[in-house]
C-alpha cells in the first residue's frame, strides 16, 4: 500500500537547510500496524505528514496505493487524503464550535455523502466507540480519554485504506491509553492498515513491527 523511494523532506530557514526526512525507503503492506519510533526532532511527524499527504517530499517517490502522489495537483492530494486517510492526533485536533456527532460528520460530509446516510454512519460508530450517550456534547465538556474516542470514530468513519496516527496516548493517562490502543489494534484486525509515530516501547509493541528514524534516516 506505501512505499517510498528515497523520500525526503528539507526546510529552509533563513539561509539553513535542515533536513528532517533523508532518502527514507520504506514499504508498508495492506493490513500491517506498523510503528515508527525515535528522539524528539528524529523526523517521525515529519515523515508521517508526507504519508498522510499533508506534505510534499524535496525529492524521491511516495507511492500509495499504486498512486504516484508527488506529480499530483494539490485538489487530487485532497481528494486522495480525504477518501482514502484517517488521522489520529496526540492534542484531538476536535473542532470546539462544533458537537461530537458534528465532529465525526466531518469527514462525510468533505466526501460529499448524503445527510441520512453521514447520520447513521455517525450514530453506528459514536455507540461502538461507547460515544452515543454524549453526542450532542461539545469536546470541552469531554475528558481527554473521550475526546480521543472521538477523534478515532472521526478517522474511521469513512472507512480509509490507511489510518495514521501521530503520538495517539501522548495526552491519555495509561487507563485511556491501553483503551485506544485496543481500538487501534482492533481496526488492525478488522483488516485496517496503520502507521504510528510513538515516543513508548509499550505502544510500540502493540504494532506488527517497529522502524526506528534517527536524525531522518531509518536506523533498522
Known sequence: MIKTSQLTRSFITENM???????????????????????????????????????????????????????????????????????????????????????VELPLVFMGMGRKERKDKVSDILHQMKMGHRSRHYPGQLSGGQQQRVAFARAIVNQPLLLLADEPTGNLDSKNGAHILDLLSEHNRSGGTIVMVTHSLKDASYAHRTIRLLDGVIAN
Not at 533536513?19 to 503492506?29: D, G, H, I, R, S
Not at 517521525?44 to 498522510?52: A, H, I
Not at 485532497?78 to 477518501?83: N, P
Open 17 to 103: 537547510e535542515t533536513t528532517a526526512v533523508k532518502e527514507v525507503n520504506l514499504a508498508v503492506e495492506q493490513g500491517e500496524f506498523v510503528a515508527i519510533m525515535g528522539p524528539s526532532g528524529c523526523g517521525k511527524s515529519t515523515l508521517l505528514n508526507l504519508l498522510g499527504l499533508i506534505d510534499r517530499p524535496s525529492s524521491g517517490s511516495y507511492d500509495f496505493n499504486g498512486i504516484q502522489t508527488e506529480t499530483l495537483s494539490e485538489n487530487s492530494l485532497t481528494r486522495l487524503r480525504r477518501g482514502s486517510m484517517g488521522f489520529i492526533f496526540q492534542n484531538y485536533n476536535l473542532v470546539e464550535e462544533l458537537n461530537i456527532t458534528e465532529n
